[in-house]
């Protein structure tokens, strides 16, 4: 019978190693025996009982074997031996760049030199001062393992608030945004690497974030402590690709813990008072801050009190009072204002508005206005212009869906305006909910659940109903050319309520305009938005610009 050809000294190894663990033999580890094996391919004419340890040490090298198998049984790896995997707990911090590869296509050299700046000014120091090591770099993000939960908490705020500072300590044409997921668990160690459950968790988590944001596992933060000095909100469970069983997860909340206690302190302590309109309907207003004066136009719906706690609302108030006399008040229909009310119309509105001027005896000023409160500011500007020095616009339109081109969108007010007068007293869940959840999408679910909570009890069904019908039938495109005062128009790239294009068509029929769109699905920004720092701060740069002393009038 001819001979069969001999295998390579390595598959024979392999073979071998395989059988030897199989039965028992040695009780070492697999790659210290294939290491020993391996070296048959150059005894092969020896034979050898593999299953006597003094013959493994002789074939290993004499003294250099028993030395070896010392160093075996000591625990310790031999020089130039694989070093076995291990594992231990750590804490993981995933982050991500938002839009990687858009921004690549846009810019690539602009943006590989924005994320070096990032990675060495921003990141490295924060890692570096929470005992932090960098896994490994992507080109969208980095995998970071921590000794602790808290350390990789601090690290991944301490990360994010710096992105979200208004001047960037980067240089590139666009806001850029890191999404960050945060887990504790075991992990498996091999060659520098991390494996395991615990990273595709805190991946997982990461994309789920928000832009700007933080997401972090209920686990993690049992194991960060009550006492770390983050506010946290709970954003329910979530399943996840890969996982049989859903992960509770909880949101950092960037918002400073005092200010909603401040907040509610200024909604008792302000002074409500009341004016007559046109019709004589009963207008509640108030008066927040000192400085030079600007007046809040009303939008869709609000309350005197109530707008210090909402999500979208309160973190406008409360910047422009911190500087400013801020004059509010509450439309006909709703809020504290009459709500039985003969006439409920786009004229009326901007009659209030004027009736609101002469109360406080405001000469000249400029406004704010948000959603449906930039086209009554416009309005009221092309009615009485040497009244109104400025007006900046949020989430504005200037034709309601009733007025636009769109059948989609003429249907869908339709029927909005049919769950309304049919559906606004549901309990949970509720077509207020689902407004929340259009109007403020990344706020967090108990602050939509306020949003929606507090909806009712601004307005009621019946003139939600018809406050919807006057909103969509706004059409001030004839106005526009008649609005003489410099205009600030800002709007959110992804707002479901009022469409970006709206804004720009705003802006573009405005003689003197400026537009700026920010990356957000909101209608108008929460506090934790990222975005909101951005827009916070062009809104004041331009009242400073508008806003005089001049038109402070003394109130008796």
């Not at 690549?104 to 030199?113: F, I, S």
């Not at 520098?192 to 994309?207: K, V």
Request: overall charge neutral; aromatic content about 6%.
């Amino acid at each position: 019978m001819p001979d069969r050809p001999k295998p390579s000294g390595a598959p024979v190894a392999d073979f071998l190693a395989r059988t030897i663990i199989r039965e028992g033999g040695l009780g070492e580890p697999r790659h210290v025996v294939l290491d020993t094996l391996r070296r048959l391919d150059a005894r092969a004419g020896e034979v050898v009982d593999i299953r006597n340890p003094s013959q493994v040490r002789k074939l290993s090298g004499g003294e250099r074997g028993s030395k070896r198998a010392k160093m075996l049984s000591d625990g310790q790896a031999p020089e130039g031996a694989p070093v076995p995997p291990r594992r231990r707990l750590s804490a993981i911090l995933a982050l991500d760049v938002v839009g990687y590869t858009s921004l690549v296509h846009k810019d690539a050299p602009g943006t590989l030199a924005a994320l070096n700046a990032i990675y060495r000014s921003i990141v490295t120091p924060a890692v570096a001062a929470a005992d932090g090591r960098v896994v490994k770099l992507l080109g969208d993000g980095a995998l970071i393992e921590f000794p602790s939960a808290r350390a990789a908490l601090r690290c991944a705020i301490q990360v994010q608030q710096e992105m979200r500072r208004p001047d960037p300590l980067y240089s590139f044409s666009e806001p850029i945004r890191l999404r960050a997921g945060l887990h504790a668990g075991d992990v498996v160690v091999e060659d520098g690497d991390i494996l395991g459950e615990g990273i595709a968790i805190a991946s997982r988590l990461q994309a789920a974030a928000q832009p700007g944001g933080i997401l972090a596992s209920r686990s993690f933060c049992d194991l960060a402590g009550s006492d770390a000095a983050v506010r946290l909100r709970r954003e329910g469970l979530h399943s996840f690709k890969g996982f049989t069983h859903p992960i509770e997860v909880l949101a950092v909340d960037f918002a400073d813990a005092t200010v909603s206690a401040q907040r509610a302190a200024l909604a008792q302590e302000q002074e409500i008072r009341f004016c007559p309109a046109k019709d004589n309907v009963r207008l509640a207003w108030t008066v927040n801050g000192n400085g030079p004066t600007v007046v809040k136009a009303p939008n869709w719906i609000g309350h005197l009190e109530l707008d210090w706690r909402s999500p979208f609302t309160a973190p406008i108030i409360a910047s422009i009072a911190d500087k400013y006399r801020l004059i509010r008040f509450d439309q006909r229909g709703n809020g504290l204002s009459d709500w039985d009310v003969g006439e409920i119309s786009f004229e009326r509105f901007v009659d209030d508005l004027e009736c609101i001027f002469d109360a406080a005896r405001v000469e000249r000023a400029p406004i704010i206005a948000i959603s449906q409160g930039g086209a009554i500011a416009a309005a009221f500007a092309a009615r009485c212009p040497a009244r109104v020095s400025a007006i900046v616009m949020i989430g504005a339109f200037v034709r309601g869906r009733n007025k636009r081109s769109s059948k989609r969108e003429l249907e869908q007010a339709q029927a909005l305006r049919a769950m309304m007068a049919a559906g606004w007293d549901d309990e949970y869940p509720s077509l207020r909910d689902l407004l929340a959840n259009v109007i403020v999408p990344t706020a967090s679910e108990e602050e939509r659940r306020l949003v929606a909570e507090d909806m009712r009890r601004i307005i009621s069904p019946e003139n939600v109903a018809r406050f919807r019908e006057a909103v969509d039938n706004i059409d001030i495109t004839a106005l526009l050319g008649d609005i003489a005062c410099p205009c600030l128009v800002l709007h959110c790239r992804g707002d479901r309520m009022q469409p970006v294009e709206q804004g720009r068509a705003f802006a573009a029929g405005l003689p003197n305009a400026r537009f700026i769109a920010y990356d957000s699905p909101n209608h108008i920004p929460v506090e934790s938005d990222p975005i909101w720092p951005l827009m916070e701060r062009d809104i004041l740069t331009f009242l400073s610009l508008h806003a005089s002393r001049e038109a402070i009038q003394t109130l008796h």
